[in-house]
C-alpha cells in the first residue's frame, strides 16, 4: 500500500517550452502534498506545499509563477513548469500525505528527471 | 530555521561491518526525526522514525535514538549487508508540523563491498 507514481519519469525539453509533471496517489488519499527538487549530490529541497482544492503554499525562493502546481482532487497534484530554462533542469520529487496515517507519514514518488535543452 | 546536518559519503565499507551514520539538527522543541533510504533508481523510502525524545526507531536491523540533549539521530546498523548499499537521508518534522513538508540533510551515499 501507500504507493506515490510520478508521470513521466524523465523528460527533455527545449528552452522557453513548459513541463507537467503529475503525482498521484494510487491507493490512499492524500489532503496534502508536497514538491521537492533535488540538485545532483545535495538535499531535496522543499519547494512547495500543495492542498486539495486551495492554492499551494511556496517556500520562499520558488518563483510560483514559474513552479505552477494544481492539486484537484485528492489523488492527483501537478507541477508545471513555465518557461522552462536549462537552470531548472533538475530532479523534481513529489510525496503525498496519508489521510488515515498519522500526520507525519508521508509518501514519496520515484521522482522526475527535467532536462531542458 | 530548522536545518540538518549528516556527515557526508560516500561511506565505504566491507560486508558484515558496523555502521554508523551521525545525524545532527537544530530546531525549536521537538521536532519528528527520520531516515529514509533511496536506492538506486528508485524513490525514497522511511526506514525509521522517532517523534519523542529518548524514542528508539528500528526497522531492518538499523536503529536511531532520538537524543534531545545533544540534538541528534545518528543510525547505526550492527552488520551491513550489499544491499544496503544507497543514499540514507536524516530528515525532520517540526514540532506540531504533520502538515509539513520535511527538512533534509544532504544525503549519505553508502557502499558495501563484498
Known amino acids: 500500500g501507500a504507493v506515490v507514481s510520478q508521470h513521466p519519469s524523465r523528460v527533455i525539453c527545449k528552452s522557453g517550452t513548459s513541463v507537467k509533471i503529475e503525482c498521484r496517489s494510487l491507493?490512499?488519499?492524500?489532503?496534502?502534498m508536497f514538491w521537492y527538487r533535488q540538485f545532483p549530490k545535495q538535499s531535496l529541497m522543499l519547494m512547495a506545499t500543495?492542498?486539495?482544492?486551495?492554492?499551494?503554499?511556496?517556500e520562499q525562493g520558488v518563483e510560483k509563477d514559474k513552479f505552477l502546481i494544481n492539486h484537484a482532487s485528492l489523488t492527483l497534484s501537478t507541477l508545471t513548469v513555465t518557461s522552462a530554462h536549462p537552470e531548472d533542469s533538475s530532479f523534481y520529487i513529489c510525496?503525498?500525505?496519508?489521510?488515515?496515517?498519522?500526520?507525519?507519514?508521508?509518501?514519496f514518488g520515484p521522482g522526475t528527471r527535467l532536462t531542458v535543452t | 530555521g530548522d536545518s540538518v546536518t549528516q556527515m557526508e559519503g560516500p561511506v565505504t565499507l566491507s560486508e558484515e561491518a558496523f555502521l554508523t551514520i551521525n545525524c545532527t539538527y537544530t530546531?525549536?522543541?521537538?521536532?519528528?526525526l527520520f531516515w529514509y533510504v533511496q536506492y538506486p533508481g528508485e524513490g525514497l523510502q522511511l526506514l525509521l522514525k522517532?517523534?519523542?525524545?529518548?524514542d528508539k526507531g528500528s526497522n531492518k536491523g538499523f536503529e536511531a535514538t532520538y537524543r534531545k540533549e545533544t540534538t541528534s539521530f545518528h543510525l547505526e546498523k550492527g552488520s551491513v549487508q550489499v544491499s544496503d548499499s544507497a543514499v540514507y537521508f536524516c530528515?525532520?518534522?517540526?514540532?506540531?508540523?504533520?502538515?509539513?513538508?520535511?527538512?533534509f540533510g544532504k544525503g549519505t551515499h553508502l557502499i558495501i563491498q563484498p
Open positions: 510525496s503525498a500525505r496519508d489521510l488515515g496515517a498519522p500526520t507525519y507519514e508521508q509518501y
Open positions: 491507493d490512499f488519499q492524500a489532503t496534502t
Open positions: 500543495s492542498n486539495e482544492g486551495s492554492k499551494a503554499t511556496y
Open positions: 530546531a525549536t522543541g521537538y521536532p519528528s
Open positions: 522517532a517523534t519523542k525524545a529518548d
Open positions: 530528515a525532520l518534522i517540526p514540532s506540531g508540523g504533520g502538515a509539513d513538508g520535511l527538512t
